[in-house]
């Protein structure tokens, strides 16, 4: 007896050591992928004139600064769950085309944020600015600099889709929902803001269209897809669902309160952008003081965070993202996986609720 209970752990333990490997070796394989795929696309056009590389070389310094590789993470782990072949290449291009898509989004999202901090390094547009402030060249610097940066972001939605077009056929129709929700979220963040009223269905569409489903949900699909397996697809809706929104008030909760130093970039770019976030539609919901000192002159991002401290939105959005984070886990329950990957997808749904940057 005491043989049989002390096999058992050390089997999981076996069991979930291999599936770490394996998708370790296959997010090495992804960032392979994306570094061969874009020095060969800057040896090409070297050739034609040296200017192109410098588009090129933005985005592979963005790439290669690092990030959370969630989107792949996500659409490997869905693939391997769903009982994928690890050595299929058709599956590390399309989450090597994933992350692509996220670096434009990235360098878009900048852009409207008016950010110039990304990963603890100058944004593309801040990039761009300074070179031609450097350089003293014609025309307005920022109405440059942006415009170089959309085209350098417009350049990985290019190469995004190359990289995806040499996956399984059965995982397209996912990504092209997941490519253009992500724009329409976007546009809708950009109204929201504009209009800025407290609309708590409108902040939750947005933080699900724009994060929730793109960076969670639709990947987790595309790959239990590409493994043939499109019975997993409401199981995974409903667990990328939950994760999304609580990944999404995590990054409401990291803007407001967040250490720059870790999270790579500005502090209070919401407040200052008039971003109807879940977090912010939550607390204007609770207090009408949070409005005005977020849209009349004079007031600062402190003032805010002290006023959400006061009426103790944090504690409360803490305690919706754990419930969040139950409801994703329970969403997978009974889902025909092994328990291995599905415990694999609970510390995942941990470390995207309670995650630091």
């Known amino acids: ?18 599936v770490r490997r394996t998708m370790d070796d296959l997010l090495q394989r992804v960032e392979q992928r994306l570094s061969t795929f874009l020095a060969a696309e800057r040896a090409r ?33 869905g693939y391997l ?21 996220h670096v434009s989004a990235l360098i878009h999202d ?21 070179l031609h402030e450097r350089h003293g060249w014609q025309g307005e610097t920022r109405r440059f600099a942006e415009g170089v940066a959309i085209l350098v972001g417009d350049l990985a939605l290019v190469y995004s889709a190359e990289l995806v077009s040499q996956a399984s056929p059965a995982l397209l ?43 969670i949900h639709r990947p987790l699909v595309m790959g239990a897809n590409a493994a043939g397996r499109p019975d997993l697809a409401a199981a995974f809706a409903e667990y990328g669902e939950a994760l999304g929104e609580a990944f999404q008030l ?38 009408d003081k949070i409005r005005s000192l977020i849209t009349e002159p004079g007031h600062t991002p402190d003032e805010v965070r002290a006023r959400l401290l006061d009426t103790g939105v944090p504690e409360n959005v803490e305690q919706h993202i754990a419930g969040l984070v139950e409801r994703g886990c329970e969403a997978i329950t009974d889902t025909p996986i092994t328990e291995t990957w599905r415990d694999e997808l609970k510390d995942l749904a941990l470390k995207v609720a309670y995650r630091n940057k």
């Open 81 to 101: 769950a769903a009982g994928g072949d690890p050595d299929d290449p058709g599956i590390v291009a399309a989450a090597a085309g994933l992350e692509m898509l």
């Open 173 to 215: 129709a996912e990504w092209h929902r997941l490519r253009s929700e992500v724009i329409v979220g976007q546009y809708l963040d950009i109204a929201a803001a504009a209009e800025f009223s407290v609309d708590p269905r409108l902040s939750r569409l947005i933080a699900v269209i724009k994060s929730g489903r793109y960076t």
């Open 110 to 130: 900048d852009i409207l944020d008016d950010s110039d901090q990304r990963r603890g390094q100058p944004t593309v547009h801040t990039v761009f600015s300074a």
């Open 1 to 18: 007896m005491t043989t049989e209970v002390t096999s058992r752990p050390r089997t999981a333990r076996e069991s979930a050591t291999s």
């Open 45 to 77: 056009y070297a050739e034609v004139d040296e200017r192109t590389v410098v588009a090129i070389d933005a985005l592979i310094d963005l790439v290669a600064s690092g990030g959370k590789r969630l989107r792949p993470t996500f659409c490997l782990t």
């Open 250 to 287: 995590r990054d409401d909760l990291l803007d407001a309160f967040g250490d720059s130093a870790q999270t790579g970039k500005p502090t209070g770019l919401d407040f200052n952008g008039h971003k109807m976030t879940l977090l912010l539609g939550w607390a204007m919901q609770q207090d």
